[in-house]
């Protein structure tokens, strides 16, 4: 039985009661005799137990409804709340792994920009560079220009032996290099100061076959005369310094094969 059923048998039996009520006013007026009156006045009281107690069934069943209502109702809250805590945390655990998401792009668009920089750093490494030397410009290999320049400030220290070590092997490794020319022409210098001769007169030869129109290559021709000398070779150090005046006569080095020349006749 719902509520408004209750409600509607309640009010039913609230009209009788009334009714009952008019009809005890009225014997009470003296339209019954006392036999009469007593007998409706008896039958009057069973009839409002009666109704009371429709009454009281009724005040029962509404409570009982009630209370069904009430329990149905906090069970409906409980899910509620129970559905809610739910979806809380699963916005809290969907929080969570957007957060991690977040740091782990974070770590990985870092390590994506150091192999960035370590990539471009490595094409540095290997890139061509602007080279000069003797007045020649041309591209080199980043390694090999540090490595001539590694000989260079070594022969520039006076240690030859190591100077001609160094130089021997930059010339194996870079023989088509810009700097190759000018290696030959100082490693044969550094030969020269180690007194192999033979050896320095070789690379001396070499570097002007290779370079003909090096700016160093009256010194190289002055410097092969200077090696024919030490070899006792003065037909071919008078040869060598004549070749040197003919092809370079306004150079210093022509002024000096021209000096010498005077000397050995």
């Known amino acids: 039985m719902n509520a408004h059923s ?13 009714a009952l009520y008019g009809l005890f006013g009225s014997a009470h007026a003296g339209l019954f005799d006392d036999d009469e009156a007593r007998k409706a006045i008896l039958d009057l009281r069973q009839r409002i137990e009666q109704s009371n107690s429709s009454i009281r069934a009724l ?6 409804t009630l209370a069904n209502e009430n329990a149905q109702l906090r ?7 129970g559905q809610i ?27 994506q920009k150091d192999l960035v920089g370590a990539m471009d750093e490595r094409i540095r490494r290997f890139e061509p560079v602007k ?13 090999e220009k540090r ?3 590694q000989a260079m400030d070594i022969f520039r220290k006076g240690d030859f032996v190591s100077a001609q070590t160094a130089l021997s092997q930059f010339v194996l490794r870079y023989a088509g290099s810009g700097y190759a020319p000018s290696a ?15 050896e320095s007169m070789a690379n001396f030869q070499q570097m002007l076959k290779v370079s003909p129109a090096h700016p160093r290559a009256s010194e190289a021709l002055l410097a092969i005369s200077n090696v024919q000398i030490e070899l006792k070779d003065l037909k071919g150090a008078r040869k060598t310094m004549e070749d040197l005046v003919k092809a370079y006569p306004a150079s210093e080095t022509a002024a000096t094969a021209r ?7």
């Open 6 to 18: 209750v409600w509607r048998l309640a009010g039913s039996k609230s009209v009788l009661l009334l």
């Open 59 to 64: 005040g029962d069943a509404l409570g009982n």
């Open 75 to 81: 069970r409906s809250l409980l899910d509620l709340q």
């Open 85 to 111: 805590e739910a979806l809380k945390a699963e916005l809290s655990q969907n929080r969570g792994t957007q957060e991690r998401l977040a740091r782990d792009l974070t770590e990985l668009q870092l390590r």
């Open 131 to 143: 080279a000069s030397v003797d007045g020649a410009e041309f591209l080199a290999e980043p390694q």
């Open 147 to 149: 490595d001539y320049e």
């Open 184 to 198: 030959l022409f100082w490693l044969a210098n550094a030969q020269y100061a180690n007194k192999e001769y033979k």
């Open 259 to 265: 000096d010498r020349l005077a000397r050995l006749r």
